[in-house]
């Protein structure tokens, strides 16, 4: 299983931007990047994904660098409700199984 | 609405008393699988499976089996639980198909093994 490597926990302002950063430099071709969050006491619930090019949705926005090496969640404007940590994944094309590393614990101060 | 239901969300129990997690999912879904959660160690596989009467190990299966019986149900069955057992459990589901699909996961179930 290919691994990412994301640091251990980050502190945005509310209302503020949050770059969410994701290393994974061993990454296939077939790889998709996969982002999940697990809210307190919650399960995980998926918030992006992508392959190649930027992707954008309701709940964020997924940067992805030329090489595939890294990639970046961007959260446009924290809220406290997302205070949670957040995982990147790799996902084979047609796999389905999620290996979860640590995660970031995503901390905002109102 | 579409959901991963678990039952019982909290349960406490004792070394060796055989105990059922129920997982439902109401999407259609073929896949389903089970993660247990423990600090410092992440959310791990169980069990997964492909299809009804398909099920195969994920990566910590000891102590614990599945059926899939109807394919939105998908029981974890502790025969003769021990206290290392004690974590938190989630079941989720997805279609089977390309990558870009994702996963749903249900709400949790705690366990406490005495």
């Known amino acids: 299983d290919a691994k990412t490597t994301q640091p251990n926990s980050m502190e945005s302002n509310e209302e503020e931007p949050v770059h969410l950063p994701c290393n994974h430099s061993t990454i296939s071709g077939t790889d998709y990047i996969h982002w999940y969050r697990q809210l307190p006491s919650q399960g995980p619930e998926y918030v992006i994904h992508?392959?190649?090019s930027n992707v954008n949705n309701r709940m964020a926005s997924l940067a992805i660098a030329e090489d595939r090496k890294s990639s970046t969640l961007i959260l446009h404007r924290a809220t406290l409700r997302d205070a949670a940590v957040y995982y990147c994944?790799?996902?084979?094309?047609?796999?389905?199984?999620?290996?979860f590393g640590a995660g970031t614990i995503l901390r905002v101060k109102s | 609405e579409a959901q991963v239901t678990q039952n019982p969300r909290y349960l406490i129990t004792v070394t060796g008393k055989k105990l059922t997690v129920t997982c439902s999912q109401n999407?259609?879904?073929?896949?389903m699988s089970w993660y247990r959660q423990d600090p410092g160690l992440g959310l791990r596989q169980i069990y997964y499976s492909m299809n009804v009467e398909v099920t195969d190990k994920g990566d910590v299966p000891e102590g614990y089996k599945v059926s899939r019986k109807e394919k939105r149900n998908f029981p974890l069955i502790l025969e003769s639980p021990s206290p290392n057992q004690t974590s938190l459990y989630f079941c989720?589901?997805?279609?089977?198909?390309?990558?870009?699909?994702?996963?749903?996961f249900g709400p949790g179930t705690r366990l406490t093994v005495l």
């Open positions: 989720a589901s997805n279609i089977l198909g390309p990558s870009t699909d994702t996963q749903y």
């Open positions: 994944i790799l996902k084979e094309e047609y796999g389905n199984k999620l290996v």
């Open positions: 999407m259609n879904h073929e896949y």
């Open positions: 992508g392959l190649t």
